[in-house]
């Protein structure tokens, strides 16, 4: 008897064969088995719970179920000409049984409802594992912002010197900015967590099932509401791979700051070898690899995001191959992506050493304490903060004329400056102009909060430590539950399995 019915009069052609379904069941054999073995026991004991199915039949079936888990791949026909995992799994399980027994496991469900629960169930999974490799990078980037709090380095806005920083203060942006993509994904999460399985083709169904103990028993929070919206929308697998892309634009523009940085022009970073790669040709080369490599596992993500977008963009709000299947092949492959990326990245930041002697060489020659000097001109010498600009952009330009390095700034050069600016006289004493210029006092005189200046810093970071340490709790925990979900399935189905009769 064949697993595809009675309706249709001729086998499938090889073409369909070769490149629809015979690439579709190896991807579905490779990643979802395990899943398809979860929510089968599932729906066998809610049958059996709510008497759909007689318990000396549910046991025989849970039996022959737990020895095909135990065949793994190997104990399916692994044909494409069934169509999919699904139709093998029920094949396999329909020789062992035979179709009366076996074919009664499909009460109440459908292929639809069973592939939208198999993509929660590994959503879910492959969003938790995300979780847990952005918080090592948060942890990375926070343990070396603490260790690299007092380094001085130049600011940059349009790639050109802004304001003194430190290097420290520069890596607990991106790490607050991971800390948000951390929100972003347990949001997500939680709407991911609602089971579409008894949903079925789109209809629901005439058998009086539990959808609600199904869901419980593969650790789902709730049940999705409307069966059509349950197996025809993938909108929560946009949202997840959006936040993909957007992790990925984060840890890009970090790695296009630490590539730029690491040149031999700018001379701020320095790797160690471990993480370079040779030229064939030039002896002297030592390659960011693993730079370039972040950078473009970017644009992946970014595309694996727009192609999901664009194979859902036409189809009908129900279950149908370009919805709910082909959109979702590129989604998987951006975890895949993002996580790899996210190793690296860890990696990249532990490993990152600054070259102090450099950065301080540069935040004293590249005039980024000019904010500081109109400051103090506005704070002691009354000039509004305007006049102020005008006259310290005056002293720039005429130091950089001179080829004068900040330090080199004298009070005759900022009283020139502000007679062209105001009438008044200003006499600014050495003593002060050469504090005003000064990177490390820079950061001492900041005092706003959110600021470079070390009790700033340190602030910050007992926030962001603090928040990370939720977080992780929150992770372990959610893991945990969802370990001890299938922990306790799996002695359910066993126990049924061995159930007197």
């Known amino acids: 008897m064949s697993a595809r019915g009675d309706r249709?009069?001729?086998?499938?052609?090889?073409?369909?064969?070769?490149?629809?379904?015979?690439?579709?069941?190896?991807?579905?054999?490779?990643?979802?088995?395990?899943?398809?073995?979860?929510?089968?026991?599932?729906?066998?004991?809610?049958?059996?719970?709510?008497?759909?199915?007689?318990?000396a039949a549910a046991s025989t079936v849970a039996r022959e179920m737990l020895a095909l888990e135990d065949a793994g791949a190997a104990g399916l026909p692994n044909d494409p000409a069934l169509e999919?995992?699904?139709?093998?799994?029920?094949?396999?399980?329909?020789?062992?049984?035979?179709?009366?027994?076996?074919?009664?496991?499909?009460?109440?469900?459908?292929?639809?409802?069973?592939?939208?629960?198999i993509d929660r169930l590994r959503a879910r999974d492959e969003a938790l594992a995300l979780l847990s490799q952005v918080a090592t990078v948060r942890r990375s980037l926070l343990d070396r912002a603490r260790q690299?709090?007092?380094?001085?380095?130049?600011?940059?806005?349009?790639?050109?010197?802004?304001?003194?920083?430190?290097?420290?203060?520069?890596?607990?942006?991106?790490?607050?900015?991971?800390?948000?993509?951390?929100?972003?994904?347990?949001?997500?999460?939680?709407?991911?967590?609602?089971?579409?399985?008894?949903?079925?083709?789109?209809?629901?169904?005439?058998?009086?099932?539990?959808?609600?103990?199904?869901?419980?028993?593969?650790g789902f929070g709730s049940v999705a509401d409307h069966n059509q919206d349950a197996v025809a929308s993938r909108d929560w697998m946009i949202a997840l791979a959006s936040i993909n892309a957007s992790m990925a634009v984060l840890w890009s523009?970090?790695?296009?700051?630490?590539?730029?940085?690491?040149?031999?022009?700018?001379?701020?970073?320095?790797?160690?070898?471990?993480?370079?790669?040779?030229?064939?040709i030039m002896p002297q080369k030592k390659n960011p690899v693993v730079l370039e490599v972040l950078k473009a596992n970017a644009g992946e993500v970014i595309g694996d995001l727009t192609a999901m977008l664009a194979t859902m963009r036409a189809s009908?709000?129900?279950?149908?191959?370009?919805?709910?299947?082909?959109?979702?092949?590129?989604?998987?492959?951006?975890?895949?992506?993002?996580?790899?990326?996210?190793?690296?990245l860890a990696l990249i930041v532990r490993t990152v050493t600054p070259r102090q002697e450099r950065m301080a060489a540069l935040t004293w020659a590249n005039f980024s304490t000019m904010t500081d000097l109109a400051d103090m001109l506005t704070q002691?010498?009354?000039?509004?903060?305007?006049?102020?600009?005008?006259?310290?952009?005056?002293?720039?330009?005429?130091?950089?004329?001179?080829?004068?390095?900040?330090?080199?700034?004298?009070?005759?050069?900022?009283?020139?400056?502000?007679?062209?600016?105001t009438a008044s006289p200003l006499d600014c004493d050495a003593g002060t102009l050469a504090e005003a210029v000064d990177p490390?006092?820079?950061?001492?005189?900041?005092?706003?909060?959110?600021?470079?200046?070390?009790?700033?810093?340190?602030?910050?970071?007992?926030?962001?430590?603090g928040t990370l340490e939720r977080d992780e709790a929150a992770i372990e925990a959610s893991t945990a539950r969802i370990h001890e979900t299938r922990q306790s399935l799996r002695r359910s189905i066993e126990s049924l399995a061995v159930r007197a009769v």
Request: net charge negative; hydrophobic share 45%.
């Open 8 to 55: 249709l009069g001729e086998g499938l052609a090889d073409e369909v064969l070769q490149l629809i379904y015979g690439p579709r069941l190896a991807r579905e054999t490779t990643h979802v088995l395990g899943y398809m073995h979860a929510v089968s026991h599932a729906h066998l004991l809610m049958l059996t719970e709510t008497g759909l199915i007689e318990a």
């Open 84 to 117: 999919d995992l699904y139709f093998n799994y029920e094949t396999a399980l329909t020789k062992r049984l035979g179709i009366a027994l076996g074919g009664s496991l499909h009460i109440g469900r459908s292929r639809n409802d069973i592939g939208a629960t």
């Open 148 to 218: 690299y709090s007092d380094v001085v380095m130049p600011g940059y806005t349009h790639m050109q010197p802004s304001q003194p920083v430190s290097f420290g203060f520069y890596l607990l942006g991106p790490a607050t900015a991971f800390s948000r993509e951390t929100e972003r994904l347990f949001a997500e999460l939680a709407r991911v967590d609602a089971s579409p399985l008894g949903a079925c083709a789109m209809a629901g169904t005439s058998f009086p099932i539990d959808r609600t103990r199904s869901a419980a028993l593969l």
């Open 253 to 280: 523009r970090l790695a296009q700051d630490f590539y730029i940085w690491s040149t031999m022009e700018f001379g701020m970073l320095d790797f160690p070898d471990s993480v370079a790669g040779v030229s064939s």
């Open 316 to 344: 009908h709000f129900t279950h149908s191959i370009d919805a709910t299947r082909a959109s979702l092949n590129r989604a998987w492959a951006s975890f895949e992506t993002c996580r790899a990326s996210l190793t690296l």
């Open 380 to 421: 002691r010498y009354g000039l509004s903060f305007r006049e102020a600009h005008h006259v310290v952009g005056g002293v720039v330009r005429s130091a950089i004329e001179a080829k004068v390095e900040p330090a080199g700034i004298t009070p005759a050069m900022v009283a020139e400056a502000a007679g062209k600016v």
């Open 440 to 465: 490390a006092a820079s950061l001492s005189r900041r005092l706003s909060a959110g600021s470079p200046a070390p009790g700033a810093i340190e602030a910050m970071l007992d926030r962001e430590y």
